[in-house]
Every structure is written in structure tokens, then in C-alpha cells.
């Protein structure tokens, strides 16, 4: 099976359409990547575009993108919901086949050397690819966003990992990383009273004592009126959904709440879904290879 | 997406491994094609050869198989526990991907018509591909086997779909068809009392009432002392995998037995797992396009 990574940089631009569409234009003027999906929300003023390919042309891909926004985006002249630190804000790059995450950590670094070294714009690692536990949170490296970086970046503590600790005069700085893939998973309770959705959400995000992979919330679907645990998955073999499910059903029991269905949002690899069915069916000694199309011609 | 059928054949040999490669190495010589699978039992003197590939290529390594087994295997000779009626004995074709049912029954039209024009082969078209009722039945075709249809095969009845109405002196007769891919799955009771596994087969098969695409035994696994419900799921969109997983449970559960676990024999198409993840997790508007590998490069 050939190697795959996907990679999901955000930029700081969701309004001007052609800048969107230039940038995407850089990702797939490189030869075996595929776009994925493109997303922008104006009010944040932010876009997020997701591709897939080997390790290398992922990279070549990245590199790109960011030279193609560091062009057209000024953050002297942005303005938005959503915190941000540069015209290319964040490049998560996410092991997808065959491809193990210390390789997606190497190819971070190697794309933060080529930013900083070309583009002169300085980059901090982050995630499993950071360099001290600190930054291992995006939040820490994107205090003070932008305007606040400006004048930090020169403090010790705020040193990049590659390039001069001097924000790009129109690009800012980014963030790069290696990180498990994450699913967006909502789970809907047959109800309207989203204070039970919130005491639910609590009792499985990692903050409140629950589960380590999980960031959660409660809201209300409002459209539907129906209460609703939101939830990423940030490591799904770590904490995998059926877990999270059978536990959100057994909590909604306490309040008298069934749940009313549940819904990937996105993108979820084959593997969590194989998970779940052998959770439920309690499979014993399957083996991913006992998918049909995974023996499939075309697949090397 | 590319087309894809299936193809599994059988022939009748299974004891001289250089005519079971012959008929395989007939296989791997058509371009487009992938061997899955080879296996052979000597006591039934049968192999069964797995592969995949566009509906053009398998329909030529079929035909190409089947002659080289025609020119390989004596049926005045052939001895063996399996019913059989000729050396290529019987070659389903199976929709994967893209592939409609109607466009295997076609597959399966042209490639019999070819059996008999070229090969001088009679055919009986079964399953799908049957132009009567009786012989959507494999044991109604092969009643009386080899020895027996070298006499019956000239009354009307009997007639062969394409060719004459005469066995070819060395290869017999070969059947064609069209089915729905077969999942072979068994449930395993923590209990070593067989009767139970009988009682539930008879539960949930549809000779005795069940569900209309499952065919059950119970039996004994020896060699872990579990009585364990053999399955075989001839269409698993009609009569999805978590259905009769959990019809078994609740029938064990009448008897005080619980199940122990449950096993994928072989292989299962992606489809069939992610109908029992959306089930279990209450998938609302799941599309197949969700999984991430669904959009890999190399799929076209």
C-alpha cells in the first residue's frame, strides 16, 4: 500500500473567493496530491483546504500554498473571528496509510526548514512535532494572535523553531505539526434541553475527567430543536467512537434521554468505522485485509 | 469509480497442486485481473480460485481458466466428495463496485455463450442469471452430478442453456451465474452445547422461517469446545450482518447462553461493515463518500 498524508491548512482569508481559489490552485498544480474539500467561513475570515498524497508531494503541496498566500494575504490588513498568527496560519499534516507519525514529525520539520529558509517567514512546531511540551498546544503558540506576536516573538520563550524571531512583514508566522487524524463526531439526544447535553459533554471531554481524546461540548441544534453533544475526536484508536457513544447513551439514561442518532461530520478513515463493527459484532481475529477493497487493483 | 466484479470460480481438482497452478497462472494471464485467493481441498478434489477486475478482463480469465481446465482435468477420471458436474464445475460473478446486478447477468451471458461456441462446453446459466425458476438452484442444475447428466442431459428438461445437449467427452458441463456477494460468518456460543447452536440456525435461516438471505447450520467448534452458528450471508444488503448478530444474541440469551464473539470468514466488502457501524452508532445521513479512503488517489 502506497504511503498517504493528508494535510488541512488554514488561512487566514474566507471572503475575497479568487485569493481562496488561487491558493487551492497551488495545492493541486502539484502532480499526486488530491484536493479534498475547500471551506471558508467570511465571518472568521478563514479558509481550510484539505488534500491527500505521498509524504513528498504533500509537502511540495504545502509549501505552495503558503508561498501562494504569503502573496496575497496582508495580516496588516486582517481582521476576524478566529485567533491567527500569519496568511498561512496552521498546516496540520496527519498519517493516513502506511506512513507512521514520526515520518509526519520529519516531514514537518522539513517543511518548516523550507518555509523559514525561503519564504522568511518563521514557523513553530506543534503538536507531536513539537519541540518542548509547551507547544504541543496550538492556544500557547497563538497567544497575543498576530498583533501581539509582533513585538513576543523577540522574548526568549517565544523564539520560533526555525527562522529569525521576526514576524514576516505581511505573513506573520505559522504553525506546523503532525498530529492524529481528527473526527467530528455529534451525538443527538431526544430532547430540547441542551443543560443535559452540556452536563453530558462534561462527563466525557478530557478536561472534566473523562476521556483522554475527546473535546466536547453541548449545544443546541436548532434547527431540529434537539440538544446536541459535540465532539472532536482528536486520537480515534486512542479513544475510540463506540466508546464514546455507548458512554453518551448510558449518561443520557440518568436524565431519562434517549439518544436520537449521531453523525460523523467530514471525514472519518475506514479504520474507525472497522472498529466500531467489531466492537458490536465482538469480531474475533479480523484482520483489515478482510475488506474486499482492500485488495483492490490500483492500490500498490 | 472503476467497474469491478468478482469472480470464483471452481474447478474439479484438488490434489495435483501443477494443474491447480496451471488453471490459476490461466488467471494472472489476463491484464486487469487480481488473484485473491487459491484454495484446495483434497477430499472434495475442488479448488476454488478468488479474483477481481473490470467486467472485460474477468469475463477473458474466466473463459481463458476454464479452458485450461478443460484441457487439465478428465471428469471420466475425477473422483471426489463434492457434488460436481464438470471440470470448471460452476464460475459466479459478483457486482462489487459500480457493477450492476443486470450488467453481471449480461457478463454472465456472454461468457457462457463463449464456453459453449468455443469450447464446446454445455452451460446452465443459475442464480440470477437463471432464464427459468428451477434453476436459480445449484443442486437442482447439478442433480445427478457428472455421471448422471451424461444420460439426462438430452431430455428437455435438462437442456443446457448454450451449447448442445451433450457433456463434453472430458470437461463435462460448466454452470454460469450472476449472485450477490456471500458473506461467510459464524457466531461462536459460550456453551459447547450444539443443540442450542441448531436451535438458534434454525432461528434465523430461511428454510426453517428465518431471515430470507441466511443459510445456518450449528456445529461444534472442536477445537475450542464452542458450539458455534454457521452462517453463510447470501446478501448482505437484504439481510444485513447486525440483524442476524443480534437475533442470535437474543435467541442465546432465551437458553441462558451468551455469545462468545464472532467471526468474518474470508473476505467482506467495506459496504457490509459500515452498515453495522451506522447501525450500532445511529448514523444519521452517513454517505459512503465519509470514509476518508474513498477518495484516494489511484481510484479512479
Known amino acids: 500500500m502506497s504511503k498517504l498524508v493528508e494535510c488541512v491548512p488554514n488561512f487566514s482569508e474566507g471572503r475575497r473567493q479568487e485569493v481562496i481559489e488561487a491558493i487551492a490552485a497551488a495545492v493541486t498544480s502539484i502532480r499526486g496530491v488530491r484536493l479534498l474539500d ?67 514529525v520529519q516531514l514537518a520539520n522539513d517543511l518548516g526548514a523550507s518555509i523559514a529558509g525561503q519564504l522568511h517567514i518563521p514557523v513553530y512546531l506543534y503538536e507531536e512535532a ?5 507547544r504541543r498546544s496550538l492556544p500557547v503558540i497563538r497567544k497575543g494572535e498576530y498583533e501581539g506576536l509582533k513585538e513576543e516573538i523577540a522574548s526568549p520563550e517565544r523564539r520560533p523553531d526555525f527562522g529569525e524571531p521576526k514576524l514576516h512583514p505581511t505573513a506573520g508566522a505559522t504553525v506546523v505539526g503532525a498530529r492524529p487524524c481528527l473526527i467530528a463526531y455529534n451525538i443527538n439526544l ?10 453530558i459533554a462534561n462527563s466525557i471531554r478530557e478536561a472534566r475527567g473523562g476521556y483522554r481524546y475527546v473535546r466536547a461540548m453541548g449545544v ?11 465532539i472532536n475526536m482528536v486520537n480515534y484508536e486512542g479513544t475510540p467512537l463506540f466508546r464514546v457513544f455507548e458512554t453518551v447513551k ?5 436524565y431519562g434521554v434517549n439518544v436520537a442518532g449521531s453523525e460523523i461530520v467530514g471525514l472519518a478513515p475506514m479504520q474507525a468505522f472497522l472498529d466500531v463493527a467489531a466492537f458490536y459484532l465482538q469480531l474475533e481475529n479480523f484482520d483489515r485485509k478482510q475488506v474486499l477493497e482492500e485488495n483492490l487493483i490500483g492500490k500498490e
Open 130 to 134: 513539537a519541540r518542548m511540551q509547551s
Open 190 to 199: 431526544a430532547t430540547s434541553d441542551v443543560r443535559i447535553a452540556k452536563k
Open 38 to 104: 475547500v471551506q471558508s467561513d467570511a465571518s472568521h475570515n478563514r479558509c481550510v483546504i484539505t488534500f491527500i498524497g505521498a509524504p513528498e508531494a504533500v509537502k511540495k503541496a504545502a509549501f505552495a500554498s503558503c508561498a501562494r498566500a504569503a502573496e496575497l494575504i496582508d495580516m496588516e490588513q486582517h481582521r476576524g473571528a478566529h485567533p491567527r498568527i500569519g496568511a498561512t496560519d496552521v498546516i496540520p499534516l496527519i498519517p493516513v496509510q502506511n506512513v507512521s507519525m514520526e515520518e509526519c
Open 250 to 254: 448510558s449518561e443520557a439514561a440518568r
Open 220 to 230: 443546541l441544534d436548532e434547527k431540529r430543536n434537539l440538544a446536541q453533544v459535540t
